[in-house]
C-alpha cells in the first residue's frame, strides 16, 4: 500500500500569482473572442442588441447552471462508482465535479479525475479506461441531442440550420456509436495490455465497453441520465442567455448550433474553452438562424456566467483535491466489472484456437 500523493498534478500547487496570470489570460482570450466576432457582427449592431438586455432572464441562466451542476454529479458519479468500486466521499467527489463543470481546473480533462479515480484505488488502467469513457460519454450524448434535433429541423422544413449541417447530425451518430461498439468487442480484448500503441488503442476500446455496459445495464443509466440531464439544462442557459437580449431561439436550431459549435467541452478544452467557445458558438447560432449579434452577447454572457461564476468553488475545492492523493490507495490492476464482456471473450477466443 501506497499513496498516489506523488500522482497530484502539478497546477493543483501553482502559486496564486500564476493562477491570477491564467485567470487574466483567461479573460483576455474571452474579450478577444468577442471583439472579433463583433467586429464580423459590426460594433454598432452590437449596442443595439445590447439596449435590449432584460436582466430576469438571468434567473433562467442561473437555474439552468444549477441543474447542469446536478446532472454533471450524477454522470461522475455513475462513471467513478460503475461495478462498485473505486469510491470518494461525497466532498471528494463534489470537488472533482467542481473542477471538470468549471473547466478551469480541469486542465484539458483527464488530470484531476485520473488523480482522483487513482485515489480512490483504481488501477492505473482503470483510471484512463474511466477518465477516457468520461469524456465519450460527455461529447457521445451531445452527438445524441444532435442527432433528434437535426431530426427534427429536417422533419419541419426549418431553412436554417441548412442540410449540409442538419444531413451529417441525422445520419452519422447512430452507426457510429454501433460500429465503435463492434470494434471494442471484437478487438479489444486482443489488444488489452499489449505493449505500445496497441495497449494505448485497447484501453481506448476499453472505454468504448466501458460506455456501452452503461447503456446495457439499467442500475447505472444515472450516468447516462446525468449527462443528458446536463446538456439539456446547459442549453437551457444558453438558450435563456439569449433571451436576455430579446431572442427566444427555436430549442431544435439551438440544440444543432451547440452540438456544432462545441469542439470541445469545459472540461476538455484549456482554460475551459476560453476564447475558442466565444468565437466558435455565436458563429454556429448564427448559422443556425440566430441574428449575430445576440448570438455573440448571449454567448458571451452565458460563458461568463459557466465558467467564472463556479470559479470561486472550484479554488475553494483546491484544498480537498490536494488532499486526495493523503490516503493509502491501492496499487495493483483491477480491471473495472466493465471489461468482464472482454474477458469473457478472450477466454471463448482461446478455446476455441486451443
Not at 68 to 75: E, R
Not at 80 to 91: D, E, I, V, W
Not at 128 to 154: C, D, N, Q, T, Y
Not at 210 to 227: D, N, P, Y
Request: glycine fraction near 12%; include cysteine.
Amino acid at each position: 500500500m501506497t499513496t498516489v500523493a506523488s500522482e497530484q498534478p502539478r497546477f493543483l500547487h501553482r502559486p496564486k500569482h500564476h493562477q491570477a496570470l491564467l485567470i487574466a489570460l483567461a479573460l483576455t482570450l474571452q474579450l478577444a473572442a468577442a471583439a472579433g466576432v463583433a467586429d464580423i457582427a459590426g460594433f454598432h449592431s452590437v449596442a443595439l442588441a445590447a439596449e435590449h438586455f432584460d436582466p430576469a432572464w438571468l434567473l433562467g441562466v442561473a437555474g439552468g447552471l444549477l441543474v447542469s451542476f446536478v446532472g454533471y454529479h450524477f454522470a461522475y458519479q455513475g462513471i467513478f462508482k460503475a461495478g462498485g468500486q473505486p469510491l470518494l466521499s461525497p466532498s471528494q467527489l463534489r470537488a472533482v465535479v467542481c473542477a471538470g463543470f468549471g473547466g478551469f481546473l480541469a486542465h484539458s480533462g483527464a488530470a484531476v479525475d485520473h488523480y482522483a479515480l487513482r485515489a480512490a484505488g483504481a488501477g492505473e488502467r482503470q483510471a484512463r479506461i474511466r477518465v477516457w469513457a468520461l469524456g465519450g460519454l460527455e461529447h457521445g450524448l451531445l452527438s445524441i441531442l444532435g442527432l433528434l434535433a437535426s431530426v427534427v429541423v429536417l422533419v419541419l422544413g426549418y431553412h436554417s440550420p441548412p442540410a449540409n449541417v442538419t444531413l451529417p447530425w441525422a445520419v452519422i451518430p447512430l452507426p457510429g456509436f454501433l460500429v465503435a461498439f463492434y470494434l471494442a468487442r471484437r478487438f479489444g480484448p486482443n489488444l488489452r495490455e499489449r505493449p505500445g500503441w496497441r495497449g494505448v488503442a485497447g484501453d481506448f476500446l476499453g472505454a468504448i465497453s466501458f460506455i456501452r455496459r452503461l447503456f446495457e445495464r439499467r442500475s447505472e443509466w444515472s450516468s447516462l441520465l446525468g449527462m443528458e440531464l446536463f446538456w439539456i439544462a446547459d442549453g437551457f442557459a444558453a438558450w435563456a442567455a439569449l433571451a436576455c437580449f430579446g431572442y427566444h431561439m427555436n430549442g431544435a436550431r439551438l440544440a444543432v448550433g451547440l452540438a456544432t459549435g462545441a469542439v470541445f467541452t469545459r472540461r476538455t478544452g484549456p482554460l475551459a474553452g476560453s476564447g475558442v467557445l466565444s468565437l466558435v458558438l455565436p458563429l454556429t447560432l448564427w448559422y443556425s438562424g440566430a441574428p449575430l449579434p445576440i448570438a455573440l452577447l448571449g454567448i458571451f454572457l452565458f460563458c461568463l456566467i459557466s465558467v467564472w461564476v463556479p470559479m470561486p468553488v472550484s479554488f475553494a475545492a483546491l484544498r480537498t483535491l490536494r488532499r486526495l492523493g493523503e490516503k493509502p490507495a491501492a496499487r495493483g490492476e483491477p480491471e473495472p466489472s466493465h471489461s468482464s464482456d472482454q474477458e469473457a471473450e478472450s477466454k471463448r477466443v482461446a478455446g476455441t484456437t486451443g
